[in-house]
């Protein structure tokens, strides 16, 4: 992949094989921005994980103390009044139940166009089979494992729709990545949402994989190049 000047400027700042601190590498970043947009700033960690073993997977899900940055469109399925109004109230795009169900199946409702994040109450599971083929591909069945179904439906919109709470998990090659933010975000904002994630990775360790875990650490802009950061 060829980069332009701007961003061969930057990696050319950056010392060969140096890890830096975490302070360091967020005022490396803000101080080399590339783009004309604000950038969000990525953080990739490598783990100590076989990714083809489902008992070495990790997947969590966590709340960013100053979010990513990015608004989601949120929709929520459910049957009951009092969580629909709920959700409405709460900043929700689309509320409704069944209905909903049918306009995903037949393809009046788009997942991934017409919302980001699909919530749904416990007791909308059963009809939400229907469209299982359709959302699960896209990562947008709602789960219990990301916190998609639930009865706390205000608190669920409020954090997903403001980007606070983020699931994550690994990828084929055992890496798994987050938005941390955008470089408008001030330097402790970005600290303290890198902090809660890389701490709830650690804690998201599987009982099955042995000695270090984490490899190493790069952030980055969207469009800048990657800084190592000192492993703790």
Request: proline share 4%; with cysteine.
């Amino acid at each position: 992949m060829k980069h332009g000047k701007k961003y061969r400027q930057a990696a050319g700042k950056i010392v060969s094989k140096e890890e830096y601190s975490l302070e360091d590498a967020i005022t490396f970043l803000k101080e080399n921005a590339i783009a004309k947009f604000d950038e969000s700033v990525e953080a990739h960690i490598r783990l100590n994980i076989n990714a083809k073993k489902s008992d070495e997977s990790v997947r969590a899900t966590v709340v960013l103390p100053f979010g990513t940055g990015r608004v989601k469109k949120v929709a929520v399925v459910t049957n009951a009044a009092d969580k629909a109004k709920e959700a409405t109230d709460a900043g929700a795009v689309l509320v409704g139940g069944e209905e909903i169900v049918a306009g995903i199946k037949d393809g009046k409702i788009i997942p991934g166009s017409a919302f980001d994040i699909l919530l749904a109450t416990p007791d909308m599971m059963p009809k939400l089979a229907a469209v299982a083929k359709i959302l699960g591909p896209k990562g947008l069945m709602p789960s219990p494992k990301n916190e998609t179904v639930t009865v706390k439906i205000a608190d669920a919109v409020e954090m997903l729709s403001k980007g606070k709470k983020a699931s994550y998990k690994n990828d084929d090659s055992g890496n798994v990545h987050q938005v941390i933010g955008k470089l408008s975000f001030s330097a402790e904002q970005l600290a303290a949402n890198f902090e809660t994630w890389s701490e709830s990775v650690r804690k998201a360790k599987p009982e099955s994989t042995k000695g270090k875990f984490i490899k190493s650490i790069t952030l980055c802009s969207t469009m800048g190049p990657g800084v190592s950061i000192k492993l703790p």
